[in-house]
Every structure is written in structure tokens, then in C-alpha cells.
């Protein structure tokens, strides 16, 4: 954003000077600088939308490796409640 802010300005004052030699002075200066102001924001607003994107996907894949933690969990407590075989064939003896 600061980089094209003072590219526009740079860009009109050069043209103020060096072209125009003074006549249009500041005004082109103005301009440019708008137009700078105008190309920063508008990159930092795709520079924010892609790094809103990447923060979903990075949450929707945390989500789903979370969830797949919380099921590999609930089958490992499934898994401790079952009694053994041999076990079971205790209890029926009795």
C-alpha cells in the first residue's frame, strides 16, 4: 500500500516537473497520489480476501482432522468397554 502511494506521487510530481515543467504543478502530483491511494487499498483488500480463504480452508481441514481424532477416540472407548472373550464365558458360569 505505502509502495504505490508513493509511486503515484512520484509518478505525478515528475510529470508536474520534468513534463508539463512546472505549469500543472501540484495538481497532477494530487492526482497521482489518489490513484496510488486508490491501487494500495485495493490490493490490501485482495491481499485480506485470499488470506481469509486460506484461514477457511485451515479451519475446515482443522475441523475434519479433529473430528476424525474425536471418532478414532469414541472407537478406542468402545473398544475398552467390550469385555474380553474369555471374559464374558466367566460370567456365564455363574
Known amino acids: 500500500m505505502v509502495f504505490s502511494t508513493f509511486a503515484g506521487v512520484w509518478f505525478g510530481y515528475w510529470l508536474d516537473t520534468d513534463v508539463f515543467e512546472g505549469k500543472t ?28 480463504r486460506k484461514t477457511e480452508e485451515w479451519s475446515r481441514e482443522e475441523k475434519e482432522k479433529s473430528m476424525e481424532r474425536a471418532e478414532k477416540r469414541a472407537e478406542e472407548q468402545r473398544q475398552w468397554r467390550k469385555l474380553p472373550p474369555e471374559a464374558e464365558d466367566d460370567w456365564d458360569e455363574d
Open 25 to 52: 504543478h501540484p495538481w497532477l502530483t494530487i492526482i497521482f497520489f489518489l490513484f496510488g491511494l486508490a491501487g494500495g487499498i485495493r490490493n490490501l483488500l485482495i491481499l485480506s480476501k485470499r488470506l481469509k
